[in-house]
């Protein structure tokens, strides 16, 4: 291969010294300008488009990479609004840094040449989530004195998360339908773990759940509906909820006459089987979701939900990222979600009996 041009080949070819071809590239000094027109002629000629960002990163001992880490396909993740808005909010609060992301998939099943959190050349990691097998990546992690930060999962009061009021804001949605007269009710779900078993849930699989934001949105709602019918979801997606509205809108018997779901993707999906098994929202059927996002294919439906600030949530890490690098503390955060009230929850609906 031909050796690639470098900053000493550049500057002897112009007839300067290496340290005026360098200030040409850096900018850092005044170069006169004919000099500056013919060392950038020369370097154009001898294929020379700047130092090498690795040089420049072994002199600071930086790579300039974060990683972001998800316990879930990228494929999967992205189709989640609320992933891309937290993204959003992240680089955002990477910015200062000049930091390149390089997302990466938690998966212990990877090829041996994949890079890992505990292998890939990175300044600083941000979790989102953080399950019983993501904690174990954490330690490798943190063995290589890493700046972490999690967004949405607790790894360890000396590690910065940034989440939501997530039980509370679960919490007031039931009360709001509760207060509307629904007593029969069923919870749709997120993941409970990295299994993601779709269908309806015993007291032994609710007690094993390891996926933070589930556990914390289920308890929120179960303290105001003990008794609760729990369907979960392998993702938050249309498709996932339209699959578990048909569970429970499958038996008239035993269809419940509200339903709250975990996520407004969710939700999404248990409106359109219930317009599937011919019932009406809200007359017939009231949905809730989580999250506060533009849901498509809704129509004329204002969805009752928690909005939650996604990209505030990121940006803060970004800036806990920033301030570690920076060698200062960086603090947790706990975001509050607003409920917001839409047409998609009614009064509970008086029950016919079947003939």
Do not use: W
Not at 98 to 123: C, F, M, N, Q, Y
Not at 172 to 194: C, E, M, S, Y
Request: hydrophobic share 45%; charged share 25%.
């Amino acid at each position: 291969m031909r050796r690639r041009a470098t900053i000493a080949d550049v500057a002897r070819a112009a007839g300067v010294s290496p340290s005026t071809a360098s200030v040409v590239f850096s900018g850092k000094a005044p170069v006169a300008d004919a000099t500056r027109e013919r060392v950038l002629a020369v370097a154009a000629g001898l294929g020379y488009t700047g130092p090498d960002p690795r040089a420049a990163s072994l002199r600071r001992g930086r790579s300039g990479i974060v990683a972001v880490a998800l316990e879930e396909h990228l494929r999967t993740a992205f189709l989640d609004p609320i992933k891309t808005a937290t993204m959003d909010g992240l680089t955002d609060g990477l910015a200062e840094l000049g930091a390149g992301v390089l997302l990466l998939r938690d998966d212990p099943e990877a090829g041996s040449d994949a890079p890992t959190l505990a292998t890939a050349p990175i300044d600083a990691a941000v979790l989102i989530g953080c399950s019983g097998r993501m904690r174990e990546t954490l330690q490798a992690v943190r063995s290589r004195g890493l700046p972490v930060v999690v967004i949405e999962g607790d790894a360890g009061d000396d590690v910065p998360r940034m989440e939501l009021d997530n039980g509370e804001a679960a919490a007031q949605i039931a009360h709001h339908v509760r207060a509307l007269g629904h007593r029969d009710i069923a919870v749709v779900t997120l993941p409970f773990d990295g299994a993601k078993v779709r269908g309806d849930a015993t007291p032994e699989r609710i007690a094993s759940i390891t996926t933070p934001v589930t556990s914390a949105r289920l308890e929120g709602t179960l303290s105001v509906f003990p008794d609760a019918r729990v369907v979960s979801a392998a993702s938050s997606l249309i498709d996932e909820g339209l699959i578990a509205g048909r569970m429970l809108f499958a038996d008239p018997l035993t269809r419940p006459t509200a339903v709250i779901a975990q996520s407004d993707l969710l939700a999404a999906g248990v409106i359109r089987a219930a317009e599937e098994a011919g019932l009406r929202v809200p007359e017939d059927v009231s949905v809730a979701g989580f999250d506060g996002i533009a849901v498509d294919g809704l129509g004329e439906h204002v969805l009752t939900t928690a909005v939650q600030p996604a990209v505030e949530k990121g940006r803060a890490a970004g800036d806990a990222v920033a301030r570690m690098l920076a060698g200062e503390q960086a603090a947790s955060i706990r975001f509050t979600c607003t409920f917001r009230e839409g047409t998609t929850t009614g009064p509970a609906p008086v029950r016919q009996p079947l003939s």
